[in-house]
């Protein structure tokens, strides 16, 4: 796809981790919010979390956490891919509208095909689960429709407005970029966290800065596509003791690539979408914050809610 392959060994890990039917057992437990939520961990947005928010905010500075995306550059992981078309509707051979808007009007509009999951994006919680089993206890045969998501679809999340926290891991590990492969844990997470002066709350959005997208979504494309830093298995299940809202990662698959030795490829989506509710974010755009050094912040997201998306396009804004 725009001619850049993530290795064979990566493609047959997802298609196991997807339909692997034998691989895993889910033995699963209906949320802490109740069997019949849809909307796992944005249950924490309050309007005591909202104000609360809006204290971080001390210099009126903001910055954008998406990246742009490039129509049929920027990488995706495959089969994905976005086209645009401008298109003038209704003026081709110079027609002139004039008499039909009673003025000499001309526009153009958009003309697009697009994989929601591109880029700087939000997994849904009908995104990914195990065994055709996903958040709390949903069953995709049962709602999972080629028209769309009948449950857990990425229209139904409110607002996920809230504290937001960057760790600087490039930082900890005294890099200016990670690498490929190159993962951590709890004890990388509770270290980089302590010395940046950083606290995991609930209902946080935990980013991870590994400047991965800085160093390579340009200059190197396909290498940033066929790898990357992040989260290992045990590093997924640490946080989500810590009930936050959202974990993510300057990076477009958020965990490392290839994974750590005993790892499964992606399980932390597993361990954090379909376990606990907890939405995860790809691609962030977290240099800013690096390089200025800000670890709190409050976070607004409001994505678009096209009805029945397991992902989505996002542009989330930090505020402080």
Same mark, same amino acid.
């Given at each position: *796809? ?6 064979i060994?990566?493609?047959?890990g997802? %298609?196991s981790?997807?339909i ?5 057992? &889910?033995?699963?437990?209906?949320s =802490?919010?109740? =069997? ?17 928010? +809006? ?6 500075? !903001?910055?954008?956490?998406g ?9 995706? #992981?495959? /089969?994905? !891919?976005?086209?645009?078309?401008i298109?003038? /509707? ?22 697009s ?7 700087p ?14 958040y709390?206890?949903?069953?995709g ?8 998501? &009948?449950?857990? !679809? ?5 607002p ?8 600087? *891991?490039? =930082? ?5 970029n *990670?690498?490929?492969?190159?993962h #951590? ?5 509770k ?14 959005i935990?980013? #991870?800065? +590994?400047?991965? &997208?800085?160093?390579k $979504?340009?200059?190197? /494309?396909? +290498? ?16 989500a ?9 300057? &990076?477009?698959? $958020?965990?490392?690539? /290839? ?6 490829? %992606? ?13 995860? $974010? ?39």
């Open positions: *796809m725009f001619g850049k392959q993530i290795p060994i990566l493609l047959i997802a %298609f981790m997807v692997g039917a034998g691989a895993f057992a &889910t033995n699963c437990e209906y =802490k919010w109740g =069997k019949d939520d849809e909307i796992g961990a944005a249950n924490y947005v309050t309007p005591k979390l909202v104000l609360a928010a +809006t204290k971080l905010v001390k210099k009126g500075e !903001s910055h954008p956490l990246i742009v995306v490039e129509p049929g550059i920027t990488p995706a #992981f495959p /089969p994905r !891919s976005i086209s645009l078309q298109v003038q /509707p209704g003026q081709q051979y110079n027609n002139d509208l004039t008499e039909k808007f009673g003025w000499p009007i001309v526009y153009n509009d958009d003309l095909q697009i994989w929601w999951g591109i880029g994006q939000i997994d849904g919680l009908g995104h990914l689960g195990a065994k055709g089993e996903y709390n206890c949903n069953e045969r049962t709602f999972a429709q080629l028209t769309g998501l &009948t449950k857990l !679809s990425v229209d139904k999340i409110p996920l407005i809230g504290r937001g926290i960057m760790i600087d *891991m490039a =930082k900890y590990f005294g890099v200016r *990670m690498n490929a492969g190159q #951590f844990g709890s004890v990388e997470i270290a980089a966290a302590k010395a940046q002066g950083v606290i995991i709350r609930e209902a946080d935990v980013l #991870f800065h +590994t400047g991965w &997208t800085d160093a $979504l340009k200059s190197e /494309p396909s +290498t940033w596509i066929s790898g990357e830093p992040g989260l290992n298995n045990e590093g997924a299940v640490y946080l003791s810590l009930n936050p809202m959202v974990v993510g990662a300057d &990076t477009w698959g $958020l965990e490392a690539i /290839p994974p750590a030795k005993g790892d499964k490829l %992606f399980y932390g989506h597993m361990t954090l979408l379909k376990e606990n509710g907890i939405y995860t $974010l790809e691609t962030m755009n977290t240099a800013r914050l690096a390089e200025e050094g800000v670890h709190e912040f409050m976070f607004v997201l409001g994505q678009a809610r096209i009805k029945g998306t397991a992902q989505m396009i996002i542009n989330p804004i930090a505020i402080w």
